[in-house]
C-alpha cells in the first residue's frame, strides 16, 4: 500500500507562484512514475504533469514553460513548482503515484488563483 500526502495549495493572485509537494510512504519509491493532475468540479481529472521513474518529463500544453515537475528519490517526494498562475489553475491537486498496474492518489490540495 502507497500512501501520498500533498502539501502547499492555496491562495495566490494571477502572476504568482507556488510550490506542492508530495511525500510519498513506500518501501521503494523509485521505480514508481509520479505525477500532478488537477481536476474542477465538473470536469474530468486531467494530467498536469508526469515524471518517470527515469526522469522523464511530459507536461500538459497549458501549462508548459510555467510548471515544472521534480522529484527527489532519496527523500521520497514529488514537487510541481508551478510559476505564472493563472484564474484557470484553479484546482483541486492530486499526486498520483503508477507502477503499471497499481495506481494511488493522494487526497488533493486545493490550489485558488483569484484577482
Known amino acids: 500500500q502507497v500512501q501520498l500526502v500533498e502539501s502547499g495549495g492555496g491562495l495566490v493572485q494571477p502572476g504568482g507562484s507556488l510550490r506542492l509537494s508530495c511525500a510519498a510512504s513506500?518501501?521503494?519509491?523509485?521505480?514508481?512514475?509520479m505525477g500532478w493532475y488537477r481536476q474542477v468540479p465538473g470536469k474530468q481529472r486531467e494530467l498536469v504533469a508526469r515524471i518517470t521513474s527515469t526522469s522523464s518529463t511530459n507536461y500538459a500544453d497549458s501549462v508548459k514553460g510555467r510548471f515544472t515537475i521534480s522529484r527527489d528519490n532519496a527523500k521520497k517526494m514529488v514537487y510541481l513548482h508551478m510559476n505564472s498562475l493563472k484564474p484557470e489553475d484553479t484546482a483541486v491537486y492530486y499526486c498520483?503515484?503508477?507502477?503499471?498496474?497499481?495506481?494511488?492518489w493522494g487526497q488533493g490540495t486545493q490550489v485558488t488563483v483569484f484577482s
Open positions: 513506500v518501501v521503494i519509491f523509485s521505480v514508481y512514475d
Open positions: 498520483q503515484a503508477d507502477l503499471g498496474t497499481l495506481t494511488y
